[in-house]
């Protein structure tokens, strides 16, 4: 079955990632007898009045293995609430003035049950702020062994 799965169309999911606490970056595991091709992933960082340029990274990583580390295309300011998008295919884009951009994700990317999706962002301040996370996916169901 896992040979025949890329071949195959997957259902699309999406998810509402739950908003962390304040001043902590987001992670969800991927449930259990699934296989994702992650389409896209988009969030919203409030950041605080700390003087810091802030730099999400999405990783994908399975255990202490990471897979994949992808930084968003610009850094974000303090005191700005700002979308940050990746992208299947996208290519980086910013246009001047407007609070979000989007980073491109490889195509075709899959991901096992095992695999862990998580922003790190670099200077999170103990006041910044996730919240409106979604993630969209092609999922496919592992048959029971």
Do not use: C, H, K
Request: charge should be negative; glycine fraction near 4%; hydrophobic fraction near 50%.
């Amino acid at each position: 079955m896992a040979q025949q799965i890329p071949d195959q169309q997957g259902r699309i999911v999406v998810v509402v990632v739950p908003n962390p606490v304040v001043g902590a970056d987001w992670n969800y595991a991927i449930p259990v007898r699934t296989r994702w091709r992650v389409r896209s992933v988009q969030a919203t960082l409030q950041t605080s009045v700390f003087a810091a340029n802030r730099i999400p990274e999405l990783t994908f990583t399975i255990g202490v293995n990471e897979l994949l580390r992808i930084s968003a295309s610009q850094q974000q300011v303090a005191s700005l609430a700002f979308i940050t998008g990746w992208m299947e295919g996208e290519r980086a884009s910013l246009i001047a003035g407007q609070t979000s951009r989007v980073t491109a994700l490889p195509r075709g990317y899959l991901l096992n049950n095992q695999a862990v999706i998580a922003v790190v962002t670099v200077a999170l301040d103990v006041n910044d702020q996730w919240s409106d996370i979604v993630i969209v996916a092609e999922e496919w169901i592992e048959p029971l062994a």
